[in-house]
């Protein structure tokens, strides 16, 4: 039950909200909150005490600082793709970016100015339509926006040659708790002027500003591509051959491994051919691409100087490109089709990647007896995707003990979804005290009234 | 004249880091402190109460914390190559790095793990010895350190490439202010695990830890090369040139303009035989790199494909190569046979580089009349060396100037050597106020009794 002095706050809050924004971008009607108060994996649930849609940076100024008069929590919500809970609000504001989405043409040299919430495919168009490409892509392409793309720092499949969305950022606008606005968004490639404050709001989710525009380097594009399949002996012999790759062919844009038993499920469950007369331990399946030449030369006489001598089948046709990613891609609605399964996004030092590959289906089994890996990820960047198929929603056994074994040998708990409040209970034992202790003094400087995003990242 | 407080205090903070270090490692010699209280441009002068060389992590803490309790500055100084005076003491206590060399063999994935005291030079030994390459290179390598390097995000050569430092760093280990030892050098290339801490240490200029080891990334090496040096019309054809270069040819390595005022001072004054049967306006300096082949004829077909039809120079046998590269390396000793330079680093936006170009010797000439400005740098990445040749030492009428147009055309007065003490009025007309009082709150934060590197950065 709410007090008289909430309500009395909280109509105040609206009455000065609706003054800045007008009456339509702010709502409070029941059926408009469903929508923002739950992520789309149905799995985060909160309350929203309104809606807001600001359509300019100053609009955003205004939210924050009526938020902030009133104490009253503000989430920022982009495409609501996430999956860690991070922009679900609980008894707080949702600022949508949904109106945010002037986009600035792209300049001669590959930038290009974008709203926070223009969506990833958005970007991607416009990127394409000056003759570029933008170097981060994955799934929710449609739906995820730049702002909480940035705020996530996410990754995707090309991260190995691109980076993560903080090697994009060339430029932020962002609200900081006390309204105040920083910019830097003229697109300076080399700029050695204190803080990096930008890189510092990549990645902190929503708790220590609203973004409001980025600006974005854009990559050559690479229309020549080829894509090997590999069978190897084991996972060490994987990760050392991905890592021989990229030291010899700049043009590696993917190293993607697999191993039997999720080959077995995806060949069972798409009917798809086997890809080798026998099955092998361990598969990687590698892409390269260029801008004029065919790279598949360079990749066949890179992967002889490596010394592989194991099956392969290189292709550079579109079309028998996509048939061997199949093999890759498909696993995720194989492993759906097994039950659900129990998703975990980790990111091991390449360095003990295969070690804990080798090690993790048997942490698996003495924590949660019968339970069936699937690993699969990006060997490139150490990153592996743990599908663990049998215990029940709730039983965490098995996950925790996979999160231990990451920590132990030096992983992250979170390669690429963030921390969110999914994963807030493990953020101390990833970091340790004193990078806790160091990341909340800079949040309490930034937001010292707690206004931001409250509960994530530090629960 | 010292209080005798502050000898009480200064006597007492000796003996508790001689006590910590052993007698050896601190030193109040005035002859050896004379080494580290000037800058090697001999522009910056202070004094040191001490020079302690920590051969360990944990002597690194007992150093800070000594300071701390003491409440004495301390300045950590790594080769003592800056540019900016943020290395020199002020009545503080001289952090060394020297001793803080100790290296991790190279990973088979390509990464190591080197003190903070580890020399540039040696860690590219290290990358090739390992069969990779190191990203950055400039030429003072023989002295600057990594922990230098990482502190003012070192650039050089190939950013356009590989970024500057902050991209190089996939881990850090530092000390706080407080004593505590934030530590993430496992080497994970993806962690979406909260703020960006090293990110944030990088480029703060020892104002918010002392870097005591870092994990950098290694590169392909790219053994073959070709340089074209190509005459063009004004510096808006070099500009959109270059960004056509950078779209069609992945193996860009470096885009360098000068103009012809440079030139013919270069010629005269290295009596080399000029380039071209007819001088041009401005130059552009491209240079590519690949593994296994030639990158002559895709740097000529992308010459083709962007329409270029000027005079061009195109080489891959390398001592051709070096004597294209010695049009543009050759300006700085040309320019200081001229007189003592006024030399401003600076950065614009590739989008209004030409612009910057265009209008700078009318400023200059305005401010200054008489002066004679020569103009080169990394047009790749919008970084400016301008070089004054007239003023006095003391007369920076028209370095104020310069910078005053920088800031109208939205540019950095610092593209790579940092703010420091030198550049430190110039930090709030740069970056704007809710910059300045955030990185000023992150300060705070991080080092509330402002024990480390007073007076950089913030003046």
Redesign the interface.
């Known amino acids: 039950m709410a007090s008289a002095r909430i309500v009395i706050v909280k109509s105040r809050l609206l009455a000065g909200l609706r003054a800045a924004l007008g009456d339509r971008h702010v709502t409070t009607d029941p059926e408009r909150l469903a929508s923002v108060e739950v992520d789309w994996t149905r799995r985060f649930r909160g309350r929203a005490l309104a809606l807001v849609r600001p359509g300019t940076t100053d609009e955003v100024v205004a939210t924050v600082r009526a938020c902030a008069d009133a104490r009253i929590p503000l989430v920022p919500q982009g495409g609501n793709t996430g999956l860690v809970g991070g922009g679900v609000p609980h008894e707080a504001v949702v600022l949508s970016t949904a109106r945010l989405t002037a986009v600035e043409p792209a ?5 290009v100015t974008v709203g926070a919430g223009t969506t990833l495919a958005s970007v991607q168009e416009h990127a394409r339509m000056a ?2 490409a933008f170097g981060v892509d994955f799934a929710a392409r449609d739906s995820a926006t730049i702002g909480g793309m940035v705020a ?2 996410a ?1 995707g499949v090309n ?2 040659r691109y ?2 969305m ?2 994009q950022v060339v430029g932020l606008e962002a609200v ?1 708790a006390d309204g ?5 968004t ?12 930008a ?2 709001l ?3 989710e929503g708790t ?1 500003g609203v973004v409001t525009r980025a600006r974005l380097r854009l990559v ?3 229309p020549r591509r080829a894509v090997a399949l590999l069978a190897l002996t084991d996972a060490s012999a994987a ?2 051959l ?2 021989e790759l ?6 590696l844009l993917a190293a993607e491994l697999f191993t039997d038993a999720g080959l077995r499920l995806v060949l069972d469950h798409a009917r798809l051919a086997p890809p080798f007369a026998t099955h092998a331990p361990v598969y990687l399946l590698v892409e390269c691409g ?4 065919d790279p598949s030369d ?1 990749l066949a ?1 890179a992967l002889d100087a490596a010394g592989f001598d194991g099956d392969a089948l290189l292709e550079a046709d579109a079309d028998a490109r996509e048939r061997l990613w199949q093999y890759r891609e498909r696993h995720t609605e194989a492993i759906n089709a097994e039950g659900v399964p129990h998703k975990l996004d980790v ?6 990647l295969a070690a804990f590959l080798g090690r993790v289906e048997g942490v698996v089994d003495a924590a949660a007896p019968g339970t069936r890996t699937y690993l699969f990820g ?1 060997v490139g ?3 592996v995707h743990v599908n663990l198929v049998g215990p029940s929603s709730e039983d965490e056994a098995a996950d925790d003990a996979v999160l231990r074994l990451v920590l132990e ?11 969110g409040r999914a ?1 807030a209970r493990w ?1 101390a034992a ?10 909340r ?2 949040k ?3 937001d010292p009234d707690g206004i931001l995003n409250p509960g994530v ?1 530090f629960g």
Chains 1, 2 share one sequence.
């Open positions: 300049t001669v040299d590959g930038q003759g570029w996530t720092n990754g991260v190995l980076g993560a903080r090697q900081l105040s606005v920083i910019s830097r003229s697109g300076l490639l080399k700029d050695n002027t204190g803080y990096d404050l890189g510092l990549v990645g902190s220590l050559p594009p690479l990760v050392t991905a890592a990229r030291r010899r062919l700049p043009s260029e801008t004029e030449q360079s006489a990111t091991l030092p390449l360095d003990r990006h960047d150490g990153n040998l030096g992983g992250s708990i979170s390669a690429e979804h963030g921390i994963k953020l990833d970091r340790g005290r004193p990078d806790l202790a160091a990341m003094a800079i309490r400087a930034l990242l």
